[in-house]
């Protein structure tokens, strides 16, 4: 038997008070299960005692429970242990049974079959319901079925800049005091990335921190939860894919240089890899934008990483790569707001091709544009999208220049990437 009621206790005398916001809204009586998924470490937790926090404004303690499902004095978790968990707080608690309760559940995944206990607690109770996890399945559409649509899902990235801003103390303005403060924290930021244990750490600190952030997903989120055999693979894999961010991925051509290296693996092993860092929110892959499949499946896909500051564990050359860095974050920010991003090949390639709706859509990140050279490229790639696309507008971002270009095709406006991330918030 589980110690579910000493879990209950300590979360009743926990305090939830010192949460700095983040930028997401999420609804207390949706009447709906929330949803909060993300990668491990992006601040899900917090966000949760944030919702904690709010609630006991106008709701006693006792109805509100947090239960950390990573708890090591929960495992082995079985099926039977979240109804044990209903039980023992309907003991603690009975005068709550005709009261509205709030239950919150962090790192969901980790107990077996908890889909068929949710369904049955927001079917059955007087509750609104609250989970956390590490899994891109929690958002599938095999999940939203089992729990007959009752989800609303959000997904929880690192901290991006403004919230970054946030954590620092930092509140945007245009004083040349407050512009220098905002740069500096965006240099700081390119480094060290959105984790929020690392805010204000010292590179060292950011360096162990974001290395055993890289153990435990590849570990735990990895290696565990999909049984994985090959270590060595997966280690040589996650290497690569957070030393060459922002560049397009060719599964063949990887496949063939670890087999030139020795490492014993087949496609669908790699494959399997991948998807399995992509569930666990570790990367993301970016397809071209065209209306053939098969110029989609043809084409290799863009790859990115859930922080930029995982470059510099695996990448001692990360100080001479910023553009890629710069790319990473541009994609994280247009990640946030949309699931449906595209990079653009034609004469010139595009980084980010928009949906319809999104204003603007075609984006181009480029750190230095000083060369003429680079400076065509850029304007030219936009200029071709805009015509092929019949847009009016397009955006290029870079590290300090700020101008607008009228060309043929439309407006192009260059601005830097600080300044877009605090625009945009």
């Known amino acids: 038997m589980k110690p579910w009621k000493r879990i209950i206790a300590d979360s009743q005398e926990r305090d939830y008070c010192h949460v700095v916001s983040r930028d997401i809204e999420i609804p207390l009586d949706s009447g709906k299960i929330i949803s909060l998924i993300g990668v491990r470490r992006s601040g899900k937790t917090n966000i949760l005692y944030a919702l904690i926090h709010r609630l006991r404004q106008t709701v006693l303690a006792d109805s ?17 242990d979240l109804a044990e968990f209903l039980d023992s707080y309907y003991e603690l608690y009975p005068h709550n ?12 995944q980790n107990a077996p079959e908890w889909e068929r206990f949710i369904r049955r607690l927001g079917d059955t109770e007087n509750c609104s319901v609250f989970v956390t996890g590490s899994s891109a399945k929690l958002l599938s ?20 800049f403004s919230e970054y801003l946030r954590f620092r103390d930092i509140k945007p303005g245009h004083s040349s005091r407050t512009v220098s403060l905002i740069k500096n924290a965006f240099a700081e930021y390119c480094r060290s990335g959105g984790f929020p244990e690392t805010v204000g750490a010292d590179d060292l ?12 997903i590849m570990y735990r989120d990895v290696a565990d939860r999909h049984k994985v055999g090959n270590l060595f693979l997966l280690k040589s894999l996650i290497k690569h894919c957070y030393a060459n961010i922002s560049n397009p991925l060719s599964l063949s051509k990887l496949y063939n240089d670890f087999r030139s290296q020795g490492i014993q693996l087949s496609r669908n092993t790699l494959f399997d890899y991948i998807s399995y860092l992509e569930d666990a929110y570790a990367l993301f892959l970016v397809p071209v934008n065209s209306a053939s499949q098969r110029e989609v499946m043809r084409n290799p896909r863009k790859l990115y990483a859930i922080d930029h500051g995982l470059k510099a564990v695996v990448d001692l050359a990360t100080g001479a790569d910023i553009g890629r860095i710069y790319e990473n974050i541009v994609f994280l920010q247009l990640r946030r707001t949309c699931q449906t991003i595209c990079y653009g090949r ?11 709706g999104k204003s603007p859509r075609l984006i181009n990140v480029a750190y230095d544009i000083s060369d003429l050279a680079t400076r065509n490229r850029e304007l030219n790639g936009l200029r071709e999208g805009m015509l092929g696309l019949g847009l ?20 192009i406006r260059i601005m830097p990437l600080w300044k877009w991330l605090v625009a945009i918030s």
């Open 346 to 356: 034609q004469k010139q390639e595009i980084d980010f091709v928009l949906p319809e």
């Open 141 to 160: 559409h095999e999940i939203a079925s089992s729990l007959r649509g009752r989800t609303i899902p959000f997904e929880v990235f690192p901290l991006s």
């Open 205 to 216: 600190r950011v360096k162990q921190i974001l290395h055993e952030y890289l153990q435990m």
């Open 97 to 108: 049974r005709d009261r509205r309760v709030y239950f919150f559940f962090d790192e969901i």
């Open 64 to 80: 509100i429970v947090y239960i950390n499902l990573e708890d090591d004095r929960l495992f082995p978790l079985t099926p039977h």
């Open 392 to 411: 009016q507008e397009a955006l290029l971002l870079t590290a300090d220049l700020e101008e607008d270009v009228q060309t043929d095709a439309g407006m």
